[in-house]
């Protein structure tokens, strides 16, 4: 007859169960350590933001300061290089005037000198001159130069409707009028006189 071994047991074990009425005073301090530290997070992070937007507050200031000085310095540079350009240019345009002015006189003195060769044009020329923009009823006499006199023909002398008398201390070429009061110096000289200060832009 067999005898079978008896089963070997192992002793059981339960777990510890949590004792609820137990005071909680330690979750509560973890719970509150966790709040200030996210707070002390919250109010570093908001100082390094403002920090960063005062720097780029100050760059951006920084940058519009430095763009208005450059341009102010460029705009003083472009005032000094137009001021260094007027006074090398209106000097020399003066100059030129003056020359053309001189040039023009010139040119008119050659014309008169020629205009002299031929006495019958220099009389009618000065005669001309004598009565340009004159009130005929207002002439007591127009003198000129014998020669000038002379070479007249008497259909200009009738056009004239003038008295014209002849004074030998005028040039060839001159003539003047004579008023009641006062007389018009229509002489060659005073012409070309008339003529450089009308080029100079000044009065005859």
């Avoid at 002015?101 to 003195?109: G, N, Q, T």
């Avoid at 044009?121 to 002439?139: F, I």
């Avoid at 002398?157 to 014209?164: M, P, Y």
């Amino acid at each position: 007859m067999l005898v079978e071994p008896a089963p070997a047991y192992s002793r059981m074990t339960y777990p510890a169960l949590e004792d609820l009425s137990a005071p909680r005073g330690n979750a509560q301090e973890q719970a509150r350590g966790h709040a200030a530290g996210y707070a002390a997070g919250l109010r570093a992070a908001a100082a390094e933001t403002e920090l960063l937007r005062a720097q780029l507050v100050a760059g951006h200031e920084a940058a519009l300061a430095a763009g208005r000085d450059e341009i102010r310095r460029a705009v003083d540079a472009l005032n000094r290089a137009v001021r260094s350009l007027e006074q090398s240019v209106i000097p020399a345009a003066a100059t030129i005037q003056e020359d053309l002015e001189a040039a023009a006189v010139e040119l008119a003195e050659a014309l008169l000198g020629q205009e002299l060769k031929d006495s019958e044009t220099s009389a009618r020329a000065a005669l001309a001159r004598a009565l340009a923009n004159v009130p005929r009823k207002e002439v007591r006499a127009v003198r000129l130069h014998p020669s000038d006199l002379a070479a007249l023909d008497l259909e200009t002398i009738s056009a004239a409707d003038v008295r014209l008398k002849a004074d030998p201390s005028l040039n060839p070429g001159d003539a003047v009028t004579d008023f009641t009061h006062g007389y018009l110096d229509a002489t060659l000289a005073s012409a070309v006189a008339r003529a450089r200060s009308a080029l100079s832009g000044g009065t005859s």
